[in-house]
């Protein structure tokens, strides 16, 4: 697990590649079953950031990337630990 420091009202740029791997083995799962992939942002209360679908792509299926780009609007609004699931 990562971890980043962000502040509220902070957007990171550019895009973030997630690469779904096996949790025993280690070693990449294809995603040739999904035609889809979600990332949600938790906030520091558990409630969902909504990140739009058009800003998600499976990017690479046989080796299991997925990449996000970050929204235009920062999705920090308050201050605490927040989690991101893929």
Do not use: C
């Not at 909504?50 to 990017?59: D, L, Q, W």
């Amino acid at each position: 697990m990562q971890s980043k420091t962000f502040w509220v009202g902070d957007r990171p740029a550019g895009t973030w590649a997630f690469q779904i791997l096996d949790q025993k083995s280690g070693v990449a799962i294809s995603l040739g079953g999904f035609t889809t992939a979600k990332v949600r942002l938790l906030d520091p209360h558990n409630k969902v950031v909504e990140i739009p679908s058009a800003n998600v792509a499976i990017t690479n299926v046989d080796a299991g990337i997925v990449t996000m780009l970050w929204p235009q609007e920062s999705l920090f609004r308050k201050p605490g630990k927040y989690v991101m699931q893929v």
